[in-house]
């Protein structure tokens, strides 16, 4: 992917680490400074490495609820999928017949920003109906997949709703 016609970079950590302190604290500086997103390759190997786990870890630490979708799994062979994974879509590349049509997913996935506008999916009006009823709602809690919003009736001096 590092080719055409993707033209991505790849920070690769035999490859790129740079040299000095330790491996954990390299890896954890290059993901926290370096990397958009992170592609967790899953294979048996994978699961039995220590540092593969640390920076698995680490990634999805700096993506909590992976809203941001920073981490992206990659199946590059057949293994169990890390609990801390099951949430997230993966790109499948172990089935030969799905891997022409799972590059440019890949592909779109590394291209999206990290944080959408709003301006990009949403209309004026919707916008505006949003800007409208914010000063409404007094509690939020957000979701990967949603809002929810809770309205809570104002409270008279002597504490009853």
């Known amino acids: 992917m590092e080719a055409p016609p993707y ?13 000095g302190p330790s ?13 958009r997103r992170t592609l967790v390759i899953l294979s048996p190997d994978f699961l039995k490495s ?3 786990d640390f920076q698995l870890k680490f990634a999805h630490c700096l993506s909590p609820g992976a809203r941001s979708k920073k981490v ?8 169990k999928m890390p609990d801390i ?4 879509s993966f790109v499948d590349f172990t089935n030969p017949g799905l891997r022409d049509w799972n590059w440019p997913r890949l592909n779109a996935v590394l291209q999206c920003p990290l944080n ?21 709602i007094t509690t939020r809690m957000w979701y990967s997949t949603g809002v929810l919003t809770m309205n809570f009736p104002e409270e008279s001096e002597d504490n009853t709703p």
Do not use: Q
């Not at 954990?24 to 400074?33: C, G, L, Q, R």
């Not at 994974?85 to 997230?88: C, E, I, S």
């Open 116 to 136: 959408p506008d709003p301006r990009d999916y949403m209309s004026e009006a919707e916008l505006e109906e949003l800007k409208l009823n914010a000063g409404v």
């Open 7 to 19: 033209n991505l970079k790849f920070c690769i950590p035999w490859r790129d680490d740079l040299p």
């Open 50 to 52: 220590a540092a593969a």
């Open 23 to 35: 491996r954990y604290e390299v890896s954890a500086h290059m993901i926290a400074t370096r990397c």
């Open 85 to 88: 994974l099951r949430a997230l």
């Open 72 to 79: 992206v799994p990659v199946f590059s062979a057949p293994c």
